[in-house]
């Protein structure tokens, strides 16, 4: 079993910035790629960011410009890192990994940009 813990989400103004942290634990025989979805009331399940075991990465366009994702191996954990934040970034953001063919999730973290 694979655990993955996230961390960082909160409330911060329009053009701030936050980092949110995802921590794999458990079951870890070769962690893949990572990376993080959103999900907006109303809307469906988005991919923000995600990185490979080759850190090659990969942005939806609203986020090319303002997130940076990137991983530490050695402690098994994956970054994002986004600036100049809108209050359409408003959401549910979920960790995700993929390990031996199966893919993880982790509970959610919220953040909430105000105008």
């Known amino acids: 079993q694979v655990r993955l813990v996230e961390s960082g989400g909160g409330l911060v103004q329009a053009g701030g910035s936050l980092r949110l942290s995802c921590a794999a634990s458990?079951?870890?025989?070769?962690?893949?790629?990572m990376g993080w979805y959103r999900q907006a009331p109303g809307k469906e399940r988005e991919l923000v960011a995600s990185?490979?075991?080759?850190?090659?990465?990969y942005y939806i366009d609203s986020m090319k410009a303002r997130s940076t994702i990137s991983r530490d191996n050695a402690k098994n954990t994956v970054y994002l890192h986004m600036s100049n934040l809108k209050p359409e970034d408003t959401a549910v953001y979920y960790c995700?990994?993929?390990?031996?063919?199966?893919?993880?999730w982790g509970q959610g973290t919220q953040v909430t940009v105000s105008s």
């Open positions: 990185i490979t075991t080759a850190f090659t990465t």
């Open positions: 995700y990994a993929n390990v031996a063919r199966r893919t993880y």
């Open positions: 458990g079951s870890i025989f070769s962690l893949g790629t």
